[in-house]
C-alpha cells in the first residue's frame, strides 16, 4: 500500500524502535493503575466477575453456567456478559490472585495496544514505518464520546469497559488476517481464530470483525468468486468457533432484559449522522479539546487512499471500513426501523460502533503521517532541482524538513502527549489517594461486612446512584459499589447486568417499605447521621457508618396471587410498578406473570388485584440456608392454606426447585421473581440452578473447526510449495 524509500528514512527495523520506545513511555506513565484499590467504574463489575472466575475455577466448576448472586438480583452473568476476558484472567488468578491478574491486565492491555497496532498494520501489508506511525498516534486518542479506543475508556477515572479493552487487541488483528485470508489460505485459520476471540471478548467489537469477512472480499474484483468462498468459509468457522458464546445467547436471550432506563437515548440509539459527522469534521473523533493532530492525518490518508481506489484494494478496505463503521454509529437515530437488519439489534448500543471508525482512521493517520512527510520532501527536491547546485540544495532542504519536522512535533504532538500525559498522571493521583482513604476507612466499614457476610439470609442497601448513595462514599467511591468489591449481594449498584430484575430494581424506592421485602433487603449501611427510611433496628456503627437490620426480610416470602400481569424482556421496568407502587408485597401478595405471550402458571386467588385479602401471609419460614453463588437456596415453611414460596432471585429457566424431594416447576412472579406454588402443611422447599448445559460440546466444536481449517490450509500451502 505504502511503500517506505529506502534512502532518506532511517532503516525499517528502527520502526520496532519507535514503538517499543512509546509503549515503554505508556508503561511508566501508567504504572499507578497496578495499585490495589476498589474502583470507581465498571471495572468494579469486571473485577468482581474474575474474582468469581478464580473461584469457581479453583473449586472445579465452570463460571459459564454458575449463578452470579451479586448485582441485579442474579443472574447467569457469563453467559449473558462478554466473559471471555473474565475466564482467561480467572485463570491467571489461580496463579497470581484475582487482584493482581485483573489489574496487571488493565495495565499491560492499556499500555502495550500500539504493540497490536503495529503488528496488525504489518501483516496488512502497510510499510514499517507506516504502521509505526499508526502504532505511535494510537495511545493520543481522544473523542467526544469518551468510550472509543482510548485511555479515558478503561482507566480509573475512566469508564472501566474493560471488555472492549480486550476486544481492542483482537480487532485490528481479525481485521489484518481477515484482508490477508483472502489472498492467502494460510491466513485463515488465524483470522477464523482472532475474530471467535473477538467475539467472545465484546459482543459490538463482534459486529466489526464479522463486517470486515462480509465487506472485504468485494474490494478486489480480481478473483472475485474465490474471495467470496474464502469469506464464506472464513465466516462459518468463525461462527462455529464463536458458538459457545453465541448459542447460549440465542437460547436463553428471551430471559435477558433489554436496558429499558436507557431505551431510546442516543447512548442505546446512536448520537446520529448530524451530532456524529459534526464531531468528526470538529476533530472530536480523534482529538477532542486540543489541536487535531491525529483527524489531520487521518484526512491525508483518507485522501491519499481515495487517491489510489483504482489500483490499490487495501485503500478502498479501509475506506470502506472506515464508512461503514461510522453509518453503523450513526445508529437508530437516523435510520430508524432500518437498523432491525442487524441481528440482535435491540440490545446493541449503536454509539459504540464509532470505535470501529476510529481504528480504521488510526491507519489512515499512519497513512497520512507518510504521506506528508513525502510531499514535504518531493517539495524539496522539486525546489532543488531547479537551481544549479541540486545536489547542494538538496541537502540544505533535508535539514530544513528536519527542523520544520521538529517544529511540527513541538507544535502538534508534544501538547498530544502532554494532554494524555496530565490524564494518565489524574488518573494515578486518584488512585494514590483512593488509596489512602481506604487504608483510613476500610477498617470502619470491614466489621459491617464481615457481619453481613457471615450471617447473611439477605441483601444489602446502601442508597442509589440516583439518591444520597452516589455522596456516601468510601474515599471516592459510593458505599453501593465498595461493597461490590468485597463481594456482598446488595440493591443499589443498577443497570449492571441482563438479569429480568435489573430494570425493575432501577426503581426500588426506599420509602416504600414493600421492596426491602420484595427485593429480599435485610441489612441497611448508612451514614451515621441519618434514621433508616423503613423500621429496622441498628446492629452497629463504626466511623461515619452505621449498620441495621430487617429482621423480617430475607431472601424467601411466601405469598398468597391475587392476579395476573403480562410482561416480556421489553417493559419489565414499567410494568413492575403495578407491584412497585402498590402495597401488595406489605400483605404477601404477588402477581403471576404472563411471559412473553406465555400463560401464567402461578395459582391464583379469588381476591380481586385491588382488594386485599387481609388474611396475612399464607406461612412462615422456620428454617433456610443459602449460598446463591453456588445456586443454592433451602427453606422450611409452614403453611396454613395453599401459596406460592418466593425465592428473592431474578427468574431464569436455569432454576429448578424441589418439594419435599419432589420435582415441582418453578414460576415467575412480579416483577420477575423465582416461586413455586405449595400446598398448606410442612415442606422443605430447595432451590438450584443449573446453567446452560452445552458448553463442552459447542467449545469441541469450535476447536475442531479451527483445526480442521488450519489443516485444510497448511496442506494445501505445502501442495503448492
Known sequence: MTRDPPRWVPRAGWSWSVVLLVATWSIWSLRGTLLSVSYLDDASMHEQMVRFATRSFESGRNPLTEWFPYLGEGSPQFLHYQSLGALITGLAGMVVGAGVAFRWSLFALVALWPLAIYVSARVMRLGPWTAAAAAVLSPFLVSATGVGYERGAYLWIGYGVWAQLWASWTLPLAWAFTWRSLDDRAFLAPAALMTALTIGMHFETGYLALLAILVFPFMAPRLLLERIRRAALLLVVALLASAWAVVPLIVYGKWAA???????????????????LNWLLTGQVYDAARFPIISILALIGLATTIKRWSVDPLARALVVIWTMCLFLAFGRTTFGVLVTVVPGSGDLFFRRFLMGTQLAGIFLAGIGSVAAVKAVRSAVFWIANRTNDAERYRQIGMIVLAGMAAALIALAIVPTVVQVGRFDARDSAAIHAQHADETLQAPQIAPLIRYVKSNGGGRTYAGLPNNWGSSFKVGMVPVF????????????????TA????????????????????FGVRYLILPSGMLPPTPATQLMRRGPFR???IKTNGYFDIVE?????????????????IILH????????GLSVAYAGSPATASIAHNALDMSSSNGAPGTVSHESFDLAKGAAVGVVHLSRPGVVVLSASYDPGWHVTVDGRAEHTQMLAPAVVGVAVSSGIHRVVFTYRGFGYYPELAILGIVSLLVLFGLTRNRRSTKR
Not at 582 to 589: A, D, F, I, K, Y
Open 258 to 276: 433489554i436496558n429499558q432506563v436507557l431505551a431510546g437515548t442516543p447512548l442505546e440509539n446512536g448520537y446520529g449522522a448530524g451530532r456524529t
Open 481 to 496: 459499589k465498595y461493597l461490590e468489591s468485597q463481594d456482598v449481594d446488595e440493591v443499589g449498584y443498577t443497570l449492571r
Open 499 to 518: 438479569s429480568l430484575m435489573t430494570d425493575p430494581e432501577y426503581y426500588f424506592d426506599q420509602s416504600h417499605p414493600g421492596d426491602y421485602t420484595l
Open 547 to 549: 449498620l441495621w437490620e
Open 561 to 577: 396471587t391475587v392476579g395476573i400481569v403480562r410482561e416480556d424482556r421489553s417493559n419489565i421496568a414499567t410494568r413492575s410498578m
Open 582 to 589: 402498590s402495597g401488595l408485597t406489605l400483605h404477601h401478595e
